[in-house]
Each structure stands twice: as structure tokens, then as C-alpha cells.
């Protein structure tokens, strides 16, 4: 599992390359930049415990914590579309 959370992070830079890329054409919108982020940081946070956990515990606070970063996460994530890529383009 170790090796799954090392990928996610070497795709990390391809991953914002594809956001910049999505707003530069104006295919970027506000729900789709939310999705994005909170897809990638809950894949993220589950992939991180399940490479550091031993019991089932951890594992459980992993799956936990993954969907609990959908309900702040995604207003947050539109909120910071809002501030920062919305006031680039004005």
C-alpha cells in the first residue's frame, strides 16, 4: 500500500498540471474544481492510513476521515475557486 501512496504523490504534479490546463480553456467550473480536489485529498488520506496502519483501527479512521473530507472539504474547495481563479480572470 506504501507504494500506492508514493504514485498518488508523484502524480500530484500531473494532477494540478490537469487543473491549470481545464482553467486555461475555461472548462474549469466551480463544482468540477470541488470535485477534483476533494476526490484526490480523500484518495489520498485513505491510501496514507492504509500504508501506515497495522489494525483494523487505523484502517477504519482512514475510511473515516476520507469521508469526512467530502462535507468541509468541497465547500472549501469552491470557496478557494472562488477567491483565487475567479478573481485571475476579472
Do not use: D
Not at 5 to 31: A, C, D, M
Not at 61 to 71: K, M, P, Q, S
Amino acid at each position: 500500500m506504501m507504494s500506492n501512496f508514493v504514485v498518488e504523490v508523484v502524480i500530484l504534479p500531473l494532477y494540478l498540471l490537469s487543473v491549470r490546463i481545464l482553467h486555461k480553456y475555461g472548462q474549469l467550473t466551480e463544482n468540477k474544481f470541488g470535485l477534483l480536489v476533494v476526490t484526490y485529498l480523500s484518495v489520498m488520506v485513505y491510501t496514507f492510513f492504509q500504508a501506515i496502519s497495522t489494525t483494523i483501527e487505523f484502517r477504519m479512521i482512514g475510511f473515516v476521515l476520507a469521508f469526512l473530507c467530502w462535507f468541509p472539504g468541497y465547500s472549501l474547495a469552491k470557496r478557494i475557486y472562488r477567491r483565487i481563479l475567479l478573481r485571475g480572470r476579472q
